[in-house]
């Protein structure tokens, strides 16, 4: 059974930092792409960060760059988000994605609220 379960969500004020973990099972987690995508209230979900499988390569949306640190841990089948500076735009629900295609994989999200 795959899944993959997000955690580290919480409240925290601006400037202030966290970190985000998604804990992957049931499937071959080192040759999947994983990404991190998110969702306010209102929007549209948008992409975050992805981090390659094979050559670890990462890219951000540029809303993120400087702030945020994708990584990943192939031994603890576990993907990290490593979240600074934050800002109350950055509040949204952060889910997890695995890809490898054409198989696609989605946690259930965890919520990141930024706010004094």
């Known amino acids: 059974q795959v899944q993959l379960v997000e955690s580290g969500g919480g409240l925290v004020q601006p400037g202030g930092s966290l970190r985000l973990s998604c804990a992957a099972s049931?499937?071959?987690?080192?040759?999947?792409?994983m990404s991190w995508y998110r969702q306010a209230p209102g929007k549209e979900r948008e992409l975050v960060a992805s981090i390659a499988s094979a050559t670890g390569r990462v890219d951000y949306a540029d809303s993120v760059k400087g702030r945020f640190t994708i990584s990943r841990d192939n031994a603890k089948n576990t993907v990290y988000l490593q979240m600074n500076s934050l800002k109350p735009e950055d509040t949204a629900v952060y889910y997890c994605?695995?890809?490898?295609?054409?198989?696609?994989?989605w946690g259930k999200g965890t919520l990141v609220t930024v706010s004094s």
């Open positions: 049931g499937f071959t987690f080192s040759i999947y792409a």
């Open positions: 994605r695995a890809y490898y295609y054409p198989m696609g994989y």
